[in-house]
């Protein structure tokens, strides 16, 4: 079965770090992009960030550029978010999500959420 | 990374046919034929059910269309049934390498 599976949410505190998983199984993990989505309670979807499949790209939203960083282990079929400098409004469900090579997502993970309060 | 501008809500009763759209700009939606449409039950992760503006992935009804013109994308369900009642997003790649959604329709069947 083809699956996606987050890890590593939780309660933070504003300027904190946390850093998220998402193992693949059932799945070519390098084969094509993995993305970070994300969604603030009550909220709607968000882009964060994404890795090429060979691991050599990366790209952020404005909104988290130089305080997130995305990182894929293919041999460990993971992808990773290194969360850093969290602020209040970083408080979301954060989704992995597959590429299908043509600028879509393909396949979800069911989530992880992240709270960052005081 | 403005997002693409959706309805708020949409409603349509059981048979029926119901239009979303999704407006963006030159930089996204008028430039390229890679809008996806995502179908998001309460409480569920995000399905994808088009891409490539109007294709299907594989297990997707076809009573789930898409079409676009100029900067404008849109999604038709037609024959609309109960368990379509969900939420909905588009999703564009832009220039500057970035990707980004719509702000979602909530999709009431009556």
């Known amino acids: 079965e083809v699956q996606l599976l987050e890890s590593g949410g939780g309660l933070v505190q504003p300027g904190g770090s946390l850093r998220l998983s998402c193992a693949a199984s059932g799945l070519t993990f390098g084969s094509s992009a993995m993305n970070w989505v994300r969604q603030a309670p009550g909220k709607g979807l968000e882009w964060v960030s994404l890795?090429?499949?060979?691991?050599?790209?990366?790209y952020y939203a404005d909104s988290v550029k130089g305080r997130f960083t995305i990182s894929s282990d293919n041999a460990k079929n993971t992808l990773y978010l290194q969360m850093n400098s969290l602020r209040a409004e970083d408080t979301a469900v954060y989704y992995c999500a597959k590429g299908n090579g043509r600028h879509a997502l393909h396949i979800w993970g069911q989530g992880t959420m992240v709270t960052v309060s005081a | 990374q403005s997002a693409l501008t959706q309805p708020a809500s949409v409603s349509g009763s059981p048979g029926q046919s119901i239009t979303i759209s999704c407006t963006g700009t030159s930089s996204d939606i008028g430039s390229y034929n890679l809008v996806s449409w995502y179908q998001q039950p309460p409480g569920k992760a995000p399905k994808l059910m088009i891409y490539?503006?109007?294709k299907w992935p594989s297990g997707v009804s076809n009573r789930f269309s898409g079409s676009k013109s100029g900067n404008t994308a849109s999604l038709t369900i037609s024959g609309l049934q109960a368990e379509d009642e969900a939420d909905y997003y588009c999703f564009s790649y832009a220039r500057s390498t970035t990707w980004v959604f719509g702000g979602g329709t909530k999709l009431t069947v009556l």
């Open positions: 490539e503006v109007s």
């Open positions: 890795i090429s499949g060979d691991g050599g790209r990366t």
